[in-house]
C-alpha cells in the first residue's frame, strides 16, 4: 500500500492525528465544570474551545510551508513535544487567562499536525489507495472526536476537569518515539517564504475569525468586531493582489478556485462548522437543560463522533470507487436530516432522549461521507500539493469549527435557544450542499477517478 515502510508506516501518524483531535474535543462536555470551577461566564469561557481552534487553524498555511522547507516528519515531531507541554501546562493552570495561553499553545502545536500528516500521506501512499488510507486518517479524527467527548466527561467526573489533559502527554510522547523510528523521512523541498503573501494570508485569517469569535464576549456592535473585520478583508485583498501573478507566491490564488479544490473547501467548512457547534450545543444542552451528570452527556455525545469513525473508511472506499463530489452530495443531504431532527427535537419537543441519540448517529454518518472525499480530493487538487495550500484547507475546516463553536456561545448567551443554534446549522448546511452542485469541473464529470489525478513524490 505504501511506497516505502507497509502499514506501519501510518500508525504514529493516526496516534498522534488522534491525539490532537482528542484535545480539541475533550474540553467540550466538562465546559460547565471549567466555568464553574473558574467563576467565568460561557461567553469567556468559550475561548478555552474557540483560542485552540483558532490559533491552529489560523497557522496551519505557515506550518505546511515549514514542513515542506524543513520537513513534514522533523516538524511532526515538533509539534507532538509542544503538544505535551501546552497539555501540562493546561493541567495546573490556576485562572481562564493561562488557560487559555496553553490552549493556544497547543493549538499551534496542533497546526503542524494535519497538513503534516496529509502531506507524509500523500507522499507515502499509492495515488490508487490514497482514498482508502485518508479513510483511514479521517476514521482516527472521527475517533478522537468520539474519544474526546466521552473521556473528558468521564475524567472530569471522576477526578476533576484538569484531569482530562493528563491522557495527552503520553500519547504526544508515543506518537513522537514511533514517528523517529517507524516513518520515513520526505525530502524536504527548497520553497522559499514569500513572506509578504504568508503574513498577509495569516493576518486576514488571524483578524477574520477573531472577529468573528469576539461576536459572543463583546457583542455585534463592538468597534473591535467591526474593526478587526474591516482589517481583515483589507488583509485578504491585499494578498490577492500581492500574490496574484507573483513568480515564487506563497500560494497562487488562481490555485484556490480550482473547482476540485473550492468545492472540498466549501462542504467541509459547512460540515465542520455543524460538527463545532453541536459538539458544544449538544453537551451544553444536556447538561443546563436535562441535568444530566457531565459523564452520562459525554456517553451520550459520543455516539455522533463513534459513527463518523466506523463509516469513515466507508466513505473512503465510496470515494475511491465513484467521485468526491458525488460522495459529499450525500454526506451533506444526510447532515441537512440530521441539523434539521436536531432543531425539532431540542427547539419543539425537548426531553427526547433517545430521538435525540438517532439525530447524532444521522449527523455522525453526514460527517463522515463528507469529510474522507473532501480530504482526498484536496491532497489531489493543484492547491494541495504544496504544503501551504492543505494548511489553508485545514485552516478553513477548524476555523469554520471555532465559528460553529463561536456561535453557540453567542446565541446561548442569551437564553437556551438551542433551536435557533441548529437552525444557523441547517442553513449553513444547505450552503454547501448548493455549492456541492454549483461548483462543477469538466473534469470531475468525466468518470469515477476524475477527480484524483496522480502525484509525483520524492521519498527519501
Request: hydrophobic share 55%.
Amino acid at each position: 500500500m505504501t511506497r516505502r515502510g507497509g502499514w506501519v508506516v501510518l500508525a504514529p501518524l493516526l496516534i498522534g492525528t488522534f491525539t490532537a483531535t482528542v484535545n480539541n474535543a475533550i474540553v467540550n462536555v466538562p465546559m460547565v465544570d471549567i466555568l464553574t470551577d473558574l467563576h467565568v461566564s460561557l461567553a469567556n469561557g468559550a475561548l478555552v474551545v474557540v483560542a485552540f481552534n483558532l490559533a491552529f487553524a489560523v497557522l496551519m498555511p505557515l506550518s505546511g510551508w515549514l514542513g515542506d522547507r524543513v520537513g513534514q516528519r522533523r516538524i511532526f515531531c515538533a509539534a507532538m513535544a509542544v503538544l505535551s507541554v501546552g497539555a501540562i501546562g493546561a493541567a495546573v493552570a490556576p485562572n481562564l487567562g493561562i488557560l487559555v495561553g496553553f490552549r493556544v499553545l497547543q493549538g499551534v502545536a496542533t497546526a503542524a499536525v494535519l497538513p503534516g500528516v496529509m502531506s507524509l500521506i500523500t507522499a507515502l501512499i499509492e495515488p490508487g489507495r490514497r482514498g482508502r488510507a485518508l479513510g483511514l486518517w479521517a476514521a482516527v479524527n472521527g475517533a478522537g472526536q468520539a474519544v474526546g467527548p466521552a473521556l473528558g466527561g468521564l475524567l472530569s467526573g471522576w477526578l476533576g476537569w484538569r484531569s482530562i489533559f493528563y491522557p495527552m502527554v503520553p500519547m504526544a510522547l508515543l506518537s513522537l518515539v514511533m514517528t523517529v523510528i517507524v516513518v520515513p523521512k520526505v525530502k524536504p523541498r527548497p520553497v522559499p517564504l514569500e513572506w509578504r503573501g504568508g503574513l498577509l494570508l495569516t493576518a486576514s485569517a488571524a483578524m477574520l475569525l477573531g472577529a468573528a469569535s469576539a461576536v459572543s464576549p463583546l457583542g455585534i456592535g463592538s468597534p473591535v468586531v467591526w474593526a478587526g473585520a474591516a482589517l481583515g478583508a483589507l488583509a485578504a485583498v491585499a494578498f490577492l493582489m500581492v500574490e496574484r501573478g507573483r513568480a515564487g507566491a506563497f500560494l497562487r490564488p488562481s490555485l484556490l478556485v480550482e473547482p476540485v479544490y473550492l468545492r472540498s473547501a466549501v462542504c467541509v467548512s459547512a460540515q465542520m462548522f455543524c460538527l463545532g457547534a453541536t459538539l458544544l450545543g449538544i453537551p451544553l444542552y444536556l447538561v443546563r437543560e436535562q441535568h444530566t451528570t457531565t459523564a452520562s452527556a459525554g456517553l451520550l455525545v459520543l455516539t455522533m463522533p463513534l459513527t463518523m469513525a466506523v463509516l469513515a473508511p466507508v466513505a473512503g472506499l465510496m470515494t475511491e470507487r465513484h467521485t468526491p463530489r458525488v460522495a459529499l452530495r450525500w454526506g451533506l443531504g444526510v447532515l441537512l436530516v440530521g441539523e434539521l431532527a436536531l432543531t425539532l427535537l431540542l427547539g419543539l419537543e425537548p426531553g427526547q432522549t433517545l430521538p435525540l441519540v438517532i439525530a447524532l448517529v444521522v449527523v455522525g454518518a453526514g460527517v463522515a461521507f463528507v469529510q474522507t472525499p473532501a480530504a482526498t480530493a484536496a491532497t489531489h487538487s493543484r492547491a494541495g500539493q504544496a504544503g501551504p495550500g492543505l494548511g489553508l484547507f485545514n485552516l478553513l475546516r477548524f476555523g469554520a469549527s471555532a465559528l460553529g463553536a463561536s456561535w453557540v456561545a453567542a446565541v446561548l448567551g442569551g437564553g437556551p435557544d438551542y433551536g435557533i443554534v441548529f437552525t444557523g446549522c441547517v442553513v449553513v448546511t444547505l450552503v454547501g450542499l448548493v455549492g456541492a452542485f454549483a461548483i462543477r469541473s469538466a473534469r470531475s464529470d468525466a468518470g469515477p477517478r476524475a477527480d484524483l489525478p496522480t502525484r509525483a513524490s520524492s521519498v527519501g
